[in-house]
Structure formats: structure tokens, C-alpha cells
């Protein structure tokens, strides 16, 4: 159960908008209104708000992965009906606040990309006279060409699961069926990783971006120094040495 109760201030649908889920280390976070593509409203965020809040939280979730139910769509982005007409004072605001991602951009967001063959990626927001107020011109020109993340950002137009593999948006594809268990295969590999050197290094990669390589470097090397020191460190040597499995304590 989530700790927050935000999301439970709405009046509830017969399904939640957001299924969460922990096992072995592993969170599941699904995105769960197939009839309209999984498209994000205040109930939605909330949800997911909070469900972040928890896997930060838990020193037991390693890896968390993001999927959307049905077969039509991770996310078609921001209910526009309800969203923006809110944003827009439209409508009354619903109860626990909101936020505007698309589903484009909430993948900005992750390390690790997955997605269908038939696949369609846009952010689309520029053709309704709308800004992508979910990170999309902070995080996309730092992740992609610039002239590519210009493209998508000025024309809003869709592109494909071969596009955004070509321009690196993405790890790879995979057919329908087999993309949730790609995606938990990839979880099982870092949850075996050491848990101490897996969190140092994304705090460390978050860190140097946008900084001068030599300040990077000095942040990596404060970083790093105490996961070298550490007993999970000494306990990889001695199991690569051993040739056997380590078994990592996170210390």
C-alpha cells in the first residue's frame, strides 16, 4: 500500500488508474486506463506521484519498471479533456493537484528504453499550440542529437519504433509480446549487480551532466571512492577470484 493518499481523494473507477506492484527487488508500475491509451489524468499522476515516492523510499526495490496496459499503448500522454482544460482554469481543478507529462516524455525520464515493433513515439504538443511541460526540451537535446530532438520538439510529428532506435532514444524492440519480459529480464541482471555501485553510478552519470568534464570527473571520483572501499566491493573481488556468485549486503 502506497503512503500517500492523494490518489484515493478521487472518486474511484471500478479499476485503478495505476496498478503497483513489488517482488524480489523489483517494482511494476502499469499504467491502467486501456479504453482511452493509458492517457495520464490527475487521478493517474497522483498515483504514479506517490508510487515513486515509495519505490525512493524502500531500500528493498533495486530496479522499477514502467509499463502500460492493453495492447494499444504505453501512454497516449495528458488527457487533454481534463488536463489542460484545467491547466487553462476551464475547469475546476480535481482534488491532489497535477502535472502535464506525455507519455514521450515520462520514457525521457528512464535509463533503460524497450519498446514494441509497432511502436509509435511523438511529442506532439507544438500542434495544439501547447508546450511539453514534461521535460522534453530540458532532457531530449541532452539525450539525442540536438537536430533530431529539434525535429520531434518543432514538428510534433509521430516517428517509429525503427526511428527512435536509429536516433538512439531507445535500447531496443522487441515483438509486442516479449517487451514486459525483456524489460524484467533487464531488472533480474541489476538487481544481481552490487547495489552500492549500481546507485553510485547513476548518482554520479546525474551529477557530471551539464558540467565541465573535469568538474565530472572530481564528482565521479567522490563518488566513487567509498563503493571501493565498501564490503560489497571486497566481496566482488574475493567471488570474481573464486569464480562463484558474489552475495552482495549493500555495505
Do not use: H
Request: with cysteine; proline share 5%.
Amino acid at each position: 500500500m502506497l503512503r500517500s493518499t492523494r490518489a484515493q481523494r478521487f472518486t474511484m473507477s471500478s479499476e485503478p488508474a495505476l496498478l503497483y506492484e513489488k517482488s524480489g527487488g523489483v517494482a511494476t508500475l502499469t499504467m491502467n486506463r486501456p479504453a482511452v491509451r493509458n492517457a495520464l489524468n490527475a487521478e493517474m499522476l497522483c498515483r504514479l506521484a506517490d508510487a515513486w515516492q515509495d519505490v525512493q523510499d524502500d531500500p528493498a526495490v533495486r530496479v522499477a519498471i514502467l509499463t502500460g496496459a492493453g495492447e494499444e499503448a504505453f501512454s497516449a500522454g495528458a488527457d487533454l479533456d481534463r488536463l489542460v482544460c484545467m491547466m487553462q482554469r476551464l475547469r475546476p481543478p480535481e482534488t491532489g493537484g497535477f502535472c502535464v507529462a506525455g507519455g514521450t516524455e515520462i520514457l525521457q525520464a528512464t535509463d533503460i528504453r524497450i519498446a514494441a515493433e509497432d511502436a509509435r513515439f511523438a511529442i506532439a504538443e507544438v500542434k495544439w499550440s501547447l508546450f511539453p511541460m514534461g521535460g522534453s526540451t530540458a532532457r531530449l537535446p541532452r539525450q539525442i542529437a540536438f537536430c533530431n530532438a529539434m525535429e520531434i520538439l518543432l514538428m510534433g510529428e509521430q516517428f517509429s519504433a525503427a526511428d527512435a532506435l536509429r536516433i538512439g532514444l531507445i535500447n531496443r524492440i522487441m515483438p509486442a509480446a516479449m517487451v514486459l519480459d525483456e524489460a524484467r529480464r533487464c531488472a533480474e541482471v541489476i538487481c544481481g549487480n552490487g547495489p552500492l555501485a549500481v546507485q553510485a553510478v547513476k548518482r554520479s552519470v546525474l551529477a557530471g551532466l551539464g558540467r565541465p568534464t573535469a568538474e565530472a570527473l572530481e564528482k565521479e571520483m567522490e563518488i566513487s571512492i567509498p563503493v571501493s572501499g565498501s564490503e560489497d566491493a571486497k566481496e566482488g573481488t574475493r567471488a570474481f577470484k573464486e569464480k562463484r556468485k558474489p552475495v552482495f549486503k549493500g555495505r
